[in-house]
């Protein structure tokens, strides 16, 4: 049988991230009720981290409690891997352990070889090229507070960095237009634009770019891996932070989602984390049920 693997929001179909989605928020709501709903009792995700988290780590650990099983977190301090161990060899002996492996990663390429010798579905964490966990919670949120996403006008303002990936993957399998303002030099990967043709237009000015948006969101400006160019990074993109007056220029539905941690007074002004068309709480809970979907996905189809 042919193992299923989530590295990218394009490893599923249109339909399958659809049905995702509405598992996310039945899931949901089986927890606020009180249910316990335990499919993977006696299964094992094995979780490595070669960059620090909190809210993949917390999430896929609860989550895998929550479902009745288990989750084993791997630091390079603790794995062989740290040592050198070869990632194909590594593969071979922990998909023999594990029901599943979640990477969180710098290079997307290490996800692709353990995948490529693993026996058991293997989960993008987040990897330098892209972070679809994320983009599967910032769907639900969207369509828990607003519908329907498909048609609609979805903004992305500042780096072009591996979420601003993800959601030009998600304009193509949702079905929305993507604008993404970002100063020259800090453009997404051509690669994933030339994916999505027309789907996606790039501007520099962030106030054009959220003009009748639906859907507003940002990141940090400097990643993990990038402290040393933060200066730089600060002058860039200053006049790219997300405000309530840029916010108005949206349409009158719009909401604000950040994937967190939230530099404010930076990417965000302090103020628009707690304006009441930020939704960057649910999203971040968000994270928790809509994996759960995933590893039930991946575990039980």
């Not at 009792?41 to 479902?67: C, Y």
């Not at 970002?182 to 996606?200: I, M, W």
């Not at 501007?203 to 160019?229: I, K, Y």
């Not at 200053?238 to 604000?256: C, G, H, K, N």
Request: proline content about 4%.
């Amino acid at each position: 049988m042919t193992v299923r693997h989530f590295l990218s929001l394009m490893d599923c179909t249109p339909a399958e991230l659809a049905g995702l989605l509405k598992r996310g928020v039945e899931l949901k709501s089986l927890h606020h009720q009180g249910v316990i709903y335990e499919p993977l009792k006696n299964r094992v995700l094995g979780m490595i981290f070669e960059k620090a988290s909190t809210r993949t780590r917390v999430s896929f650990e609860a989550g895998m409690i929550q479902l009745g099983g288990q989750a084993i977190f791997l630091s390079p301090r603790d794995t062989q891997l740290g040592r050198g161990e070869p990632i194909e060899d590594s593969a071979r002996v922990l998909s023999r352990m594990c029901d599943a492996v979640m990477i969180r990663t710098f290079a997307h390429a290490t996800l692709e070889t353990f995948a490529a010798h693993s026996r058991v579905p293997v989960i993008n964490g987040l990897s330098d090229d892209l972070h679809p966990c994320q983009l599967l919670a910032d769907m639900q949120t969207f369509l828990e507070h607003r519908g329907s996403i498909k048609d609609k006008v979805v903004t992305w303002i500042g780096d072009g960095n591996n979420m601003c990936n993800s959601y030009i993957q998600a304009a193509i399998q949702f079905d929305f237009q993507l604008r993404i303002a970002c100063p020259e030099g800090y453009e997404p990967d051509q690669t994933f634009l030339d994916q999505a043709g027309d789907r996606v237009t790039l501007l520099r000015d962030p106030n054009e770019a959220v003009a009748g948006a639906h859907l507003v969101c940002t990141d940090v400006w400097a990643s993990m891996g990038q402290e040393e160019e933060a200066q730089a990074r600060m002058q860039s993109f200053a006049p790219y932070q997300v405000t309530p007056a840029m916010l108005d220029r949206a349409d009158e539905s719009v909401i604000f989602m950040h994937c967190l941690p939230a530099h404010r007074g930076e990417e965000v002004s302090a103020a628009l984390m707690d304006d009441p068309r930020s939704v960057a709480w649910d999203q971040a809970e968000n994270r928790l049920h809509a994996q759960k979907a995933l590893v039930e996905f991946l575990l039980i189809e």
